[in-house]
């Protein structure tokens, strides 16, 4: 492959890692919005109230959501780590 | 009581075991075997210290009593891990770079290393992190209690106090031998975070597998624990809002801000890329520890009697359904979780204490200071081991005096409120340049004043330490000033509150003050390393090999000292370490053998810096960097004044070489004196011999022929003696030997003398002189006859060598610019050009020997001139020969 040819490639290879690290940045704060749904719960005693079974299930939905994303995301970036090396930078 | 005895064989066991994995860990590390120890998992688990006794028992009985609030102490160190981006990358960089050693010497080093900063964080670290050792050790001793209970043996207090003493003893016992085994720059302990990773899989599976036998061994199933749950007492979200916000921020404050935290997190991190695995792992941990709280918190309120501790419910249940081995694995969790806490915050604490407290009251006291590294080394031990010690021996006196009463969930609340303390000043310093230590200090002060008053001692009940009327009323009725309803607010809830108000006002006064002051340089030098320090510092080189090292320490010796040397230094250490070859292993031993011997050459603060950099994978802190700074000055300051000395030599050379050439010069010019002094003797003396030859043997002399003979030798005397009165005159004038007889008289009288003198006996040929007396009529004051000896001879010379038909000499005396001058003029055919530079040399003569002289005139002229303070001079183009006299103003004025 020439020269000509990679130079677009590799940009939008570091382009994609700036990205990536934007994602990362968000996740926590897509977690504290989802984790402060439950603000908006009802409290009061009568009939309607959530229930502690359906607020676990959505708590560690979340939980799972931000762990699993987290990997992922933790996987990419030491891809994109690694290429950023092998490219000699 | 069988069984108890099996407990206590088990748990016995279980410590010989952690020694043992400790030690092992600890060797591999020294061998440098343990890649395995560095990997991002053992880093994930090491982290798990986070889930104290308070995790593993505690959080059941939260549970219980406050539903699902417990998670919200797993939901803020998830957040923050998952955004470990913003900061906790941050944090480890700096840590690394910086070669940081627990919370209290960050803090210190970013405002400008101020020690009384570090003891301040370090006493309320201690002050906050004591009950949670308390804590621990209740928590070891309670489900003691809990077994034997359960066997129907009931522990005496006595018997309690001595159990948790045990523990304190052997948990002392261990972190002394695992945590100050040797003083590592980088404060990395192999052995106890291998322990500690041990213990966090031993606690995640004792409490998972209460869990599963709770939820599938007594519940029956997922859906009907999920039914379980909702028709239990907790089965409705009943969650204040604020108390979950609140709980979220102060648990994710209290995991950054935690002494053993920041002990697990930033100095014993091996690799930053460890904390991108950890980013995702951690929260993974906590999810599945906090899974099964609330199945075994509601299996436990339907199985136990009313008034059963919930907080004992992971061991309890088991128990209750007479499952004892589950029971005891539990209880190995429990432990596990205790002293896996007690350990590392015991050895954060002696750290920042003996750092910080007793190694600046030790040195103090020395006269002599810290130049005796070994000694020192010792001493820091040994304030390591006793702070351990001190520490511990805290949390059991805590737990003797309080009566180990209160809920375990409150107790450590308090305690993550303290600590919570240190995230303005924390987050501020690694974030905003401006933040200073008065700042600092202002903040830390007046957080943690709120947070005693409102929440530490309240918490010890109405009326121990706060009276009740203070409570309601506000210290000496002052209503707005109520420990739990600042500025009148009442109704909200007391930790709330009390974080609320400790926070926001902490930030405030960190904010006002530092806006205020003005910090030193120093604590400005470090704002900006640790706030810039993704510029400042490159990733830390992960070292495949520790050979590695030794090479590149080996390019680096050679620079400095030499190939030949540097290569003969590694194979004599190589051969010392028993290896072949030309490279050792860097051990503590040859590094400051190696240090040593860069020092020679470079300074010790260089050396110890570059070194620092290939081996520690730190970054120059700016004391360093002063101490380079120091030396390079003083490097070249003694080469500055090399460079001056070497200057003033050649400056000499040139002297001396000037000097050389000038005498060489002389040297001609006195030979060529000579040959023309003897030639110009020589030649009458000759004709005065020939002559009074023929007068003496010839006898037929005529008296006419006698008559001109002899008058020939009395002319040729004449010559001679005239010749030599000319070259005693000049020698007596070049050597400055001459006597100035100095007086007034008129430069025309001077005139009138020089032309009669030099015109006497000049018979028909005389020059006409041409004068003009009104400019003549001018006073001197000089040696007069000296100047008409110079009139006399330039006269004299026009008389000689004026070429005209009618030969006319002008006299013209002027004003120069504060100068007399006295022009000569003739109308002869003038001095040709090229003659012009030499005529007054000595023995030049223009043109051919028309007249008889020596040719020392015009130099004697000139010698006179000079004395006298003026010059002779040639004045080309006046139409024929003309020599101008120049004589200093003073000269005529001085005579006015």
Redesign the interface.
């Given at each position: 492959m020439s020269a000509k040819h990679n130079i677009p490639f590799l940009e939008r290879q570091s382009y994609r890692r700036r990205r990536l690290i934007d994602t990362i940045r968000m996740l926590p704060v897509i977690g504290a919005v989802l984790w402060a749904v439950p603000l908006l719960w009802r409290q009061s005693e009568d009939s309607g109230t959530v229930l502690t079974s359906d607020a676990i299930i959505y708590i560690f939905l979340v939980w799972l959501l931000l762990v699993v994303g987290g990997g992922w995301l933790a996987q990419s970036l030491k891809r994109s780590n690694a290429e950023e090396r092998e490219r000699g930078r | 009581m069988g069984t108890l005895n099996v407990l206590v064989g088990v748990c016995l066991i279980y410590v010989v075991f952690l020694f043992l994995i400790a030690f092992a860990a600890e060797r591999a590390a020294l061998e440098g075997k343990g890649g395995w120890l560095r990997s991002p998992m053992i880093y994930t688990l090491s982290l798990s210290i986070y889930c104290t006794a308070w995790t593993f028992y505690g959080a059941v009985g939260y549970a219980a009593r406050s539903?699902?609030e417990y998670?919200t102490i797993y939901?803020g160190p998830?957040?923050?891990?998952?955004?470990?981006?913003?900061l906790l990358r941050k944090l480890v960089r700096i840590g690394r770079s910086q070669r940081i050693t627990s919370i209290a010497d960050l803090i210190s080093s970013r405002y400008g290393k101020s020690n009384l900063l570090a003891v301040g964080v370090t006493v309320l670290a201690v002050i906050g992190t004591t009950p949670y050792i308390a804590l621990q050790l209740q928590s070891v001793t309670v489900s003691f209690d809990v077994f034997s209970s359960a066997y129907g043996s009931e522990l005496t207090e006595a018997a309690q106090g001595s159990n948790a003493l045990l523990v304190a003893a052997g948990l002392t016992l261990f972190t002394i031998v695992f945590g100050t085994r040797n003083l590592d720059v980088n404060e990395r302990h192999h052995g106890v975070v291998m322990a500690v990773a041990v213990e966090a899989i031993v606690k995640l599976f004792a409490l998972l597998a209460v869990g599963i036998f709770v939820v599938w061994g007594l519940g029956g199933g997922v859906s009907e624990t999920?039914?379980r749950?909702?028709a239990?007492e907790?089965?409705?979200?009943?969650?204040?809002?604020d108390r979950?916000?609140t709980l979220?921020f102060l648990s994710g404050a209290a995991f950054l801000c935690l002494p053993r935290m920041f002990q697990v997190m930033v100095v014993e991190n091996e690799n930053e890329?460890h904390l991108?695995?950890a980013?995702?792992?951690f929260?993974?941990y906590l999810?599945i520890m906090s899974?099964f709280v609330?199945p075994i918190a509601v299996v436990g309120l339907d199985l136990m009697p009313a008034g059963s501790n919930p907080d004992f419910f992971v061991l309890t249940v088991p128990l209750a359904t007479g499952n004892d081995a589950l029971a005891m694995l539990s209880f190995i969790g429990g432990f596990s979780s205790a002293t896996s806490m007690v350990i590392v915050a015991a050895l954060a604490l002696s750290t920042m204490v003996s750092n910080h407290i007793v190694m600046p009251i030790w040195l103090s006291t020395q006269s002599v200071g810290a130049s005796v590294s070994g000694d020192v080394r010792h001493v820091v031990l040994l304030s390591r081991r006793i702070s351990i010690g001190a520490v511990v021996f805290l949390g059991y006196l805590y737990f003797r005096l309080s009566g180990g009463g209160s809920a375990l969930a409150s107790m450590g609340l308090i305690s993550f409120a303290g600590v919570a303390q240190f995230l303005p000043v924390l987050i501020g310093g690694i974030f905003w340049r401006g933040a200073t230590r008065t700042g600092a200090f202002a903040g830390l002060t007046v957080g943690f004043v709120i947070w005693a008053y409102t929440l530490l001692l309240p918490s010890f009940g109405a009326g121990t330490l706060v009276s009740e009327t203070m409570l309601a009323e506000g210290p000496m009725g002052v209503g707005w000033l109520r420990p739990q309803a600042f500025f009148g607010i009442t109704g909200m809830d007391p930790l709330v509150h009390a974080v609320f108000w400790s926070i926001l006002l902490n930030t405030m006064s960190f904010f006002i003050a530092s806006l205020v002051g003005f910090p030193s340089p120093l604590e400005r030098l470090q704002g900006a390393q640790f706030v810039n320090v993704f510029e400042h510092s490159s990733t830390p080189q992960s070292w495949g090999g520790s050979l590695a090292q030794t090479e590149d320490l080996m390019v680096m010796a050679q620079r400095i000292i030499g190939a030949r040397e540097a290569q003969n230094l590694f194979e004599r250490e190589a051969k010392r370490q028993g290896m072949s070859g030309l490279l050792p292993e860097p051990s503590p031993d040859f590094l400051q053998r190696l240090e040593r011997e860069l020092a020679g050459s470079v300074g010790a603060a260089t050396a110890h810096a570059m070194i620092g950099q290939i081996v520690g994978g730190a970054s120059v802190s700016v004391e360093d960097l002063m101490a380079v700074a120091d030396e390079t000055a003083q490097m070249m300051e003694y080469s500055s004044r090399l460079e001056a000395k070497s200057e003033e030599q050649a400056r000499t050379a040139r002297q001396l070489r000037q000097a050389n050439e000038k005498l060489t010069l002389i040297s001609e010019q006195k030979d060529s004196f000579l040959s023309q002094v003897s030639h110009e003797l020589r030649t009458p003396m000759t004709s005065i011999r020939a002559f009074s030859e023929i007068l003496r043997d010839s006898d037929r002399l005529s008296e006419e022929e006698k008559i001109k003979y002899s008058s020939i030798i009395h002319d040729e005397a004449l010559r001679l003696t005239r010749l030599l009165d000319d070259l005693l005159d000049l020698s007596v004038l070049e050597s400055g030997r001459v006597n100035l007889n100095l007086q007034s008289g008129s430069l025309k009288g001077i005139l009138d003398h020089a032309v009669s003198s030099a015109l006497t006996g000049a018979g028909t040929s005389k020059v006409q002189v041409v004068r003009d007396s009104q400019q003549e009529e001018v006073m001197l004051y000089t040696d007069l006859d000296r100047l008409s000896q110079v009139f006399i001879n330039l006269i004299g010379n026009a008389q000689k060598y004026c070429d005209a038909s009618v030969p006319k000499l002008r006299i013209e005396v002027g004003h120069s610019t504060g100068a007399l001058v006295v022009d000569f003029i003739d109308n002869g055919s003038g001095i040709p050009k090229v003659e012009q530079a030499v005529i007054f040399e000595k023995f030049s003569r223009t043109g051919e020997q028309r007249v008889k002289g020596a040719g020392l005139g015009l130099a004697i002229c000139r010698e006179i001139m000079t004395r006298l303070g003026g010059t002779v001079e040639y004045l080309p183009g006046q139409g024929g020969a003309a020599f101008r006299v120049t004589l200093p103003e003073e000269a005529a004025l001085a005579a006015q």
């Open positions: - | 539903g699902l998670l939901i998830s957040l923050v891990m998952i955004g470990w981006w913003w999920l039914a749950i909702d239990s907790i089965g409705q979200w009943q969650m204040r809002g979950w916000a979220i890329d991108r695995t980013s995702w792992a929260p993974a999810m899974l609330v």
